[in-house]
């Protein structure tokens, strides 16, 4: 699958990871509403270019695990500013 780094120069692989750093961070910064959303950005970092095929489950298992996911910040992240705001997107 990585098959395209053996015939990359060293300028070339490190020009990849900083373009995979960069990618990375952006999802990692991303604060607020944001958290919740679908990043295909991040995924077209790869070089094989594909349609993710997800599944999404129905209402109540969704918002559930979206409830589950906020817990967890609480958990992980209890430190983090209070983002205040509606989200109005």
């Not at 060293?10 to 919740?36: N, Q, W, Y």
């Not at 993710?52 to 109540?60: N, T, Y």
């Not at 910040?73 to 983090?80: I, K, R, S, V």
């Amino acid at each position: 699958m990585d098959d395209d780094l053996d015939g990359m120069d060293r300028d070339t692989l490190i020009a990849e990871v900083r373009k995979l750093r960069a990618g990375i961070r952006v999802h990692r910064d991303t604060t607020g509403h944001d958290l919740c959303w679908h990043h295909p950005d991040l995924w077209g970092l790869l070089p094989e270019k594909t349609e993710p095929s997800i599944a999404v489950p129905p209402w109540p298992k969704f918002m559930r695990g979206c409830i589950r996911y906020r817990q967890s910040l609480d958990e992980q992240a209890f430190d983090a500013p209070v983002h205040d705001k509606e989200f109005n997107g």
